[in-house]
């Protein structure tokens, strides 16, 4: 019986050695992202490479997997790395969308502003001219009211001279009658 003890173990060390032979000399500790449930190593180990095989330690501690459950658990994670992808893009298709959404707004509002401001500008002008307009109308008011104003004055001066004019005449003819002497 010791004999086939022995027969076993040696065996087993030579499985074992068979198995870490194909895996590399060391056991591997990290997940490959891209390998599903297979381990990589530090890239600074060598002889240690991500593979899809099982390795030492999992060979003796860990159930293997179902074929079928392993295949859905592949579909699904490509499925949602998909789904996530597509999620990815729209997120940034609507974020894209949404900051056009907001550019266009301000585009808007805008030109909304330069319409305003154009109209405002143009009522401006507008009021301008009519401010214009109306002090020339009132300057020329003014400018006829002083022209009637000087015809005025003008026509009492000449008023006031006829009448000084009447008066030496009436003096002169007073002073001849007085006197005899007839001018």
Not at 123 to 144: H, L, T, V
Request: glycine share 4%.
């Amino acid at each position: 019986m010791p004999s086939f003890l022995k027969n076993i173990i040696v065996l087993l060390a030579f499985f074992l050695v068979s198995v870490a032979a194909n895996t590399g000399p060391y056991a591997c500790e990290k997940c490959c992202p891209e390998i599903r449930d297979g381990y990589c190593c530090d890239d600074d180990i060598p002889g240690c490479v991500c593979e899809d095989s099982p390795t030492l330690e999992r060979a003796f501690w860990e159930e293997e997997e179902d074929p079928e459950q392993a295949n859905h658990n592949r579909w699904y994670v490509r499925h949602t790395r998909r789904k996530q992808n597509r999620t990815d893009k729209r997120k940034w298709k609507r974020e894209g969308s949404v900051c056009r959404k907001f550019e266009r707004k301000d585009r808007k509002e805008n030109n909304k502003m330069l319409r305003m401001n154009k109209i405002d500008r143009q009522e401006d002008a507008k009021n301008r001219k009519e401010g214009a307009k109306a002090e020339r109308i009132a300057d020329y008011e003014n400018r006829i009211e002083a022209k009637e104003d000087r015809a005025a004055d003008y026509e009492a001066r000449l008023a006031a001279k006829e009448e000084r004019i009447e008066a030496r005449d009436a003096r002169v003819e007073a002073y001849g009658a007085k006197n005899g002497v007839v001018f």
